[in-house]
């Protein structure tokens, strides 16, 4: 069970708790995050996504482009995040959901 | 309040986590593996040059010069890549601005390295040294930490710059 009870693929919301400094300073470690899923086409540059990444698994980043054919480029807002360039475009079917609330200890 | 209910639901049903994902900043950068190399440069010249006393090579003396040859270029390599990955991941604004020197510092290290490389002749891996224990002065500094220099308690028996850990 576990996540399940709170995300499964279906339901528009998810929940997530935030690892890592690389979208410090708007988001610490250990913070808790409401996404919610928007058609694909209606992300925006500057959204704070969390999506699933082929390599780096799921993760929570902010848009930094949009292509034509809709491929994403994400990006930490921190220095030390892994680059745009390392993480590659991935498919914007891949984002679960734009962070539409946080909440930090 | 929010966050405290949170907590207590990841606590119960484990919430799956988003990662912000970083290029793992260890923070461990220590310029001694770069001085070791160098010092390792100048071993290898000194010991091409003790074969080159001699009057004729047999095979196994040619095959030693092989040897040393290669790990004298490789251990020049080394020591540039060394230097390079805490020139680009460590050194930034604030170093620089307290090194402002540090960039060229840097690029003479490469220069020195493939100097090395090309040539036999002890001087330059002395120099190649002698700008790694300059690079390791400015580093330790910028970490608050004083330096000495001694002799390396081993051949080739050459003056380091060590940080003062006490």
Known sequence: ?105 | MMYALLRTVDRLVSLPAASAHCDIPCKIYDPSAAQIAALSVIRFMDLINELGQKDSLTLADQALLARLVEQKESHAEKAKHEIRIIWGDYIKQPQRDAYPDIDALVHSIMLAGSACKQGIERDKGEKLLTLINEFAAAFWDTKGLTTFTATCPYPPSETVVYPKLD
């Open chain 1, 1 to 105: 069970m576990k996540s399940e009870l709170i995300k499964s693929e279906r339901m528009p919301f998810g929940l997530y708790r935030v690892n890592g400094l690389s979208m410090s300073p708007g988001l610490a470690p250990g913070d808790y995050v409401v996404t919610l899923k928007r058609w694909r086409s209606r992300y925006r540059v500057g959204d704070i996504v969390v999506a699933r990444h082929p390599h780096y698994g799921r993760i929570i980043k902010r848009i930094r482009e949009i292509q034509p054919d809709g491929m994403l480029w994400l990006e930490g807002t921190h220095p030390d995040s892994t680059s745009s360039e390392k993480m590659g475009a991935i498919f914007n079917t891949y984002v679960d959901g734009r962070i539409i609330f946080k909440t930090t200890l």
